[in-house]
């Protein structure tokens, strides 16, 4: 049962800032994803910014911290620490969770989980509102494989998952400790062994979401996998949900693979933005690189005039008037939130009659 809402979107939860974007008004973002580090311990196959080189590139901590300061002010609600390398590389981890909690932002962290030692984990599990864990097989053989890691670190993220669900039932922490697994060829049919490793140690949830082809990315995974032929792992994976335990099978997300998209534009852009390792903050995450979609960077220039500065609005005078939506990334992350901006924009017939 998706009762995070990762399948939708979770748009409907803020009026306020959909109804100033509905008037016209130039508005703040509600999140953004933030990547502190752009190098990677893994090489994984499926990797879409593998193109990007992995250059062990970091975001000063000071400037980064004022960034944060800047855009908690502006209305931005969350940040996510992840992006084109291993987030938890950063040396400043820790204090950079701990500070961006207190300009009042959520806090979530996506990794593949082999750096979560018991002591990093004992300094931002109080501040995070969840973690996330990238985990791709169910047998160590299989993770080697996908992550191109020795299969040890298989073994090491169980572990640390572990002392993460052991650590947030002692102190009572309210992070909720997730695992996420991008469905292959390689690995469906490890998907319900991984679910009872996850069960047996307390993890929250399991997403099981499809892959997609990233037109830049060098790796090339073929054939891909027919989605519609394995929608049956959803009912098998039901009979592991426990009660604290519950599996995201992102079905809706599978079906819209190869559909054309319901909606012309895209809305979303307004409501985030992603800030690379190199201060550069970029409209959307399928396009990094590309300096058409680049605002500006925090190097140079505050989040304020970056976001209402002359470079935003010839991006979005673009979007608007001369992208071609098939253009971007297939299942692309704004997807749902596009789909729904669209029909408050273009309402249909009797829309009265609620």
């Known amino acids: 049962m998706d009762t995070y809402r990762i399948d939708s979107h979770k748009l409907i939860y803020h009026p306020r800032r959909v109804a100033d974007w509905l008037d016209g008004k130039d508005i703040f973002p509600l999140y953004m994803e933030i990547s502190p580090y752009g190098g990677c311990n893994h090489r994984c196959i499926f990797c879409a910014l593998d193109y990007l080189k992995y250059n062990p590139t970091h975001l000063d901590t000071e400037v980064l911290k004022s960034f944060l300061e800047e ?32 300009c009042n932002l959520d806090v979530a962290i996506t990794t593949n989980g082999v750096l979560l030692s018991k002591r990093l984990l004992n300094e931002i599990l109080p501040h995070l509102s969840w973690l996330r ?5 169910g047998t160590r053989k299989t993770y080697s494989f996908i992550h191109r890691t020795n299969p040890k670190d298989f073994d090491k993220v169980i572990g640390n998952i572990k002392e993460a669900i052991q650590l947030k039932k002692e102190k009572g922490y309210l992070c909720t400790v997730g695992v996420q697994l991008l469905l292959l060829n390689e690995n469906y049919k490890e998907v319900p062994m991984l679910a009872e490793i996850l069960s047996s140690i307390g993890t929250d949830y399991l997403i099981v979401k499809p892959y997609s ?5 060098i790796n090339r995974l073929k054939p891909q996998l027919d989605y519609e032929r394995l929608l049956f792992l959803k009912e098998e994976l039901r009979n592991r949900e426990r009660e604290n335990f ?24 307004s409501f985030w933005a992603y ?3 190199k201060g550069d903050l970029f409209a959307c995450s399928a396009f990094l690189g590309d300096e058409r979609f680049c605002y500006g960077n925090i190097y140079q220039n505050s989040f304020p005039k970056i976001w209402e500065g002359e470079k935003r609005r010839e991006i979005m005078k673009m979007m608007e008037s001369e992208w071609n939506i098939e253009n971007c990334r297939e299942m692309c992350r704004l997807d749902e939130i596009n789909r729904y901006l669209w029909n408050l924009k273009n309402p249909p017939l009797h829309v009265n009659f609620i």
């Open 275 to 277: 800030l690379t390792s």
């Open 71 to 102: 855009i908690s002010v502006r209305g931005v609600k969350s940040v996510m620490f992840a992006g084109e390398g291993e987030p938890l590389l950063h040396k400043d981890t820790s204090e950079l969770v701990i500070y961006a909690k207190s």
């Open 133 to 137: 864990i990238s985990l791709d097989a």
């Open 213 to 217: 082809q990233h037109p830049s990315s």
């Open 246 to 269: 519950k599996i995201i099978f992102r079905k809706n997300t599978m079906l819209k693979i190869g559909e054309r998209r319901p909606y012309k534009k895209c809305f979303g852009l």
